[in-house]
């Protein structure tokens, strides 16, 4: 039996191997991902190893019948220790009772991947007897095929034991002993209709069941039993009277009931059955759930990457009409990585249940959603007529996360990107569906985060030219490959220059010139950009220090954009203050620009951190304000200077009066909250013009100037200042 504190310290050696080692990197990502499928294998056992272990006979053994696992209660019935079980075959408990053909069956059936159920006589270390009924559930791997075996047993030797007494009981007219079980014994004759009656009831369990004497003596099925329930009684009579031993389960008064028939003779000829029901209600509860966990997540109940497997599968084998599709939907929560690192798996816990009750609720009612793992889902959408009305769905899905997530004290503001698949165009089996939905999911990230792409064969390419990125970004720094590019900002009132904003480029032996809006994206999802924030930040303040030194006429403070995952570090103000004291710049000529998705998440430390900074005299903005979720509260609560307005605004305001009645409320809300309004991406004078009348006080963009390295900003400074 696997043990996972035994596995972990393999599985986070591999890892570390996986992170020092730089070379064949494609077969790693693989072992990687064949770890995290491992761990996450022995976690779903672990948790069915305790289930079952406190409440039903248990053992584990591989596909040829070795014993690899077997629980303290198995070990009490067959009298033999753990270390005497485990590694024999199970023919060890072979009892000699039963003929070959009975394991054939058996063994085929579970080796078909199904579950086999029966009544198995084994024989004991002491060298008694005993019976267990016996379910057996093949556990299979993603391409279907069986790897172990669980099997969990009930004690029905005293059920057994039961029946022999009861004929011997029957024949000396002993109905006490039968009367002091716990069983319903029961005894069905023909009457003279050849119909079938009940000429004996003894037992509990009949009373329990409401069936006492006076209720079903005497009485044929139909009287006792509800129509559907009479109607497979007499099935199963009818066959033990044509002399077949018969076993059966069923569901009566909300029990499940198990009953055995034995045929009696008398010369030669079946002339009654004697039958001897048990109460299994709560090993099929057992059973139940052993199934449920199998293919269901246990922390969203959704079903699992298992389920999705077998379901898409049958949808698939099902599929013949070929001008439908099935659409195969790879969700991954966007940032989740950073919510769970700053407020906690806890509340990453609580995040990931809340999401999947709002995809339960958007998903249309013939679709189906599944947890793959951690923030992945997947969404299934059969019988689909067209690309155009899965775009629809994924439009729908991308709409409910508008809103924040309410967790506790926490106010979660997550998005989502998705990728599609279609069958049969993108493949025909599930691993391929899945892969491919996962390639366009990554396209969809790369492009922003909060989109949904449809796979295309070129993305297998893009794929890959983002694992190369992500692997040279890795050593850009050490390289010297990273550069600071510098854009002036303009008071609007004075038309002279007043800072500048250091914008960071990365210039690869390998790719050339790469935009950020590609690699910054990879950089936060593998949490470089810490290490990238550090440099910049560190950059330009000894820039700025050299220039109002020996450039600038007068001080001008320089803006570095901070990324959310590394504003939200406990540290983060202290971080700032050692670049200050290692550079010497002026606190007041430092100013920092987080999105307002910087600090949604958890606003009591956000607020600490800000205040931190503002007494060591720095200047905070909130950089694209308008484009995520703007929350009226923070600027009244954060110490905050200025607000940016996201350049989409800006595009659009000589042209659009809606976006023009947008920036005129921001502004005057910011001046009623005395803080300053700067406008980015400005492109003409005609926009200039209409922020001036406004009442913007700086501007940003390429009418001004581009961004420029060192010495082409040295220049067009002179150019403004004058």
């Not at 998440?601 to 308008?626: P, S």
Request: glycine letters at 4%; aromatic letters at 10%.
């Amino acid at each position: 039996m696997f043990d996972q504190n035994q596995v972990q310290p393999w599985i986070d050696s591999l890892q570390e191997l996986f992170r020092n080692t730089r070379s064949n990197y494609f077969n790693l990502l693989q072992m990687e991902k064949d770890i995290q499928k491992i761990s996450s294998f022995l976690e779903d056992y672990a948790n069915l190893r305790y289930a079952l272990d406190a409440s039903a006979i248990v053992a584990v053994t591989d596909t040829s019948g070795k014993i690899i696992y077997a629980n303290k209660k198995f070990c009490e019935l067959s009298k033999y220790s753990m270390e005497e079980l485990i590694g024999q075959n199970h023919r060890i408990l072979n009892s000699g009772h039963h003929e070959k053909v009975f394991f054939r069956s058996m063994w085929q059936t579970i080796n078909k991947g199904e579950i086999w159920e029966g009544e198995v006589k084994n024989k004991a270390k002491d060298g008694t007897f005993y019976w267990v009924k016996t379910t057996i559930v093949p556990l299979k791997d993603h391409k279907n095929k069986p790897v172990m075996h669980i099997a969990i047993r009930t004690d029905i030797s005293e059920g057994k034991l039961a029946q022999e007494r009861l004929v011997e009981a029957l024949q000396n007219d002993f109905t006490h002993v039968v009367n002091s079980m716990n069983n319903l014994i029961f005894k069905v004759a023909k009457d003279h209709d050849e119909k079938f009656v009940y000429i004996l009831n003894e037992g509990k369990l009949a009373s329990q069941l409401g069936l006492d004497k006076e209720k079903m003596r005497n009485k044929r099925p139909h009287d006792v039993y509800p129509l559907e329930i009479a109607n497979m009684l007499i099935s199963k009579y009818e066959q033990a009277f044509l002399g077949q031993p018969i076993t059966y389960n069923y569901a009566y008064k909300d029990r499940q009931l198990l009953t055995y028939l034995s045929p009696i003779y008398r010369d030669g000829k079946v002339v009654e059955i004697i039958g001897c029901t048990n109460d299994i209600t709560e090993l099929h509860h057992i059973q139940e759930e052993v199934e449920f966990m199998a293919f269901h997540d246990i922390l969203t109940s959704l079903p699992n990457r298992r389920k999705f497997c077998d379901d898409l599968n049958h949808l698939m084998t099902e599929s013949y009409n070929k001008n439908e599709k099935i659409a195969v939907f790879f969700l991954d929560l966007d940032r989740f990585k950073q919510i769970n690192d700053s407020l906690g798996h806890s509340v990453g816990d609580q995040l990931i249940k809340a999401v999947s009750k709002k995809l339960k609720n958007a998903i249309k009612s013939n679709a189906e959603i599944y947890r793959l793992a951690g923030d992945e889902f997947i969404i299934i959408y059969p019988e689909l007529t067209s690309t155009d009305l899965a775009r629809k769905y994924a439009e729908e899905i991308l709409s409910i996360f508008d809103k924040s997530i309410q967790l506790d004290r926490n106010e979660i503001i997550t998005t989502c990107s998705m990728g599609i698949s279609f069958y049969p165009e993108h493949g025909e089996d599930s691993d391929t569906l899945l892969k491919k939905a996962d390639i366009a999911m990554y396209a969809a990230k790369l492009r922003g985060r909060n989109h949904f792409c449809i796979y295309e064969q070129e993305m297998n390419q893009a794929n890959e030219e983002a694992i190369l990125i992500e692997n040279h970004l890795r050593k850009a720094i050490d390289n010297n490959e990273l550069e600071l590019y510098f854009q002036p900002k303009l008071d609007l009132m004075t038309r002279k220059i007043n800072g500048m904003e250091a914008l960071l480029r990365w210039k690869s032996p390998m790719f050339g010139n790469i935009p950020p809006d590609k690699f910054i994206p990879i950089a936060e999802d593998t949490g470089m950009i810490i290490k990238i924030d550090n440099w910049v930040l560190e950059q330009a303040c000894v820039q700025n220090k050299e220039w109002n030194h020996s450039c600038f006429s007068s001080p001008l403070r320089v803006a570095v954009n901070i990324s959310p995952l590394h504003f939200r570090l406990p540290n983060f103000q202290q971080v700032v203050e050692d670049v200050l004291e290692r550079t010497g710049l002026d606190p007041h000529l430092l100013e920092l620009e987080i999105t307002e998705n910087s600090f949604i998440d958890n606003i009591d430390e956000c607020i600490e951190c800000l205040e931190k900074l503002r007494k060591m005299g720095i200047v905070v903005a909130i950089d694209d304000f308008g484009k995520g979720y703007s929350s009226l509260n923070y600027l009244r609560k954060f110490p905050i200077h200025s607000l940016k307005i996201d350049r989409s605004f800006i595009h659009e305001v000589s042209k659009n009066r809606e976006d023009i009645a947008i920036v005129k409320a921001i502004t005057f809300l910011a001046h009623e909250l005395n803080l300053k309004v700067v406008a980015e991406g400005i492109e003409t004078k005609e926009v200039i013009d209409i922020l001036e009348e406004i009442g913007c006080d700086e501007i940003q963009g390429y009418y001004i100037s581009k961004p420029l390295p060192k010495q082409e900003f040295e220049t067009i400074y002179r150019t403004l200042i004058h």
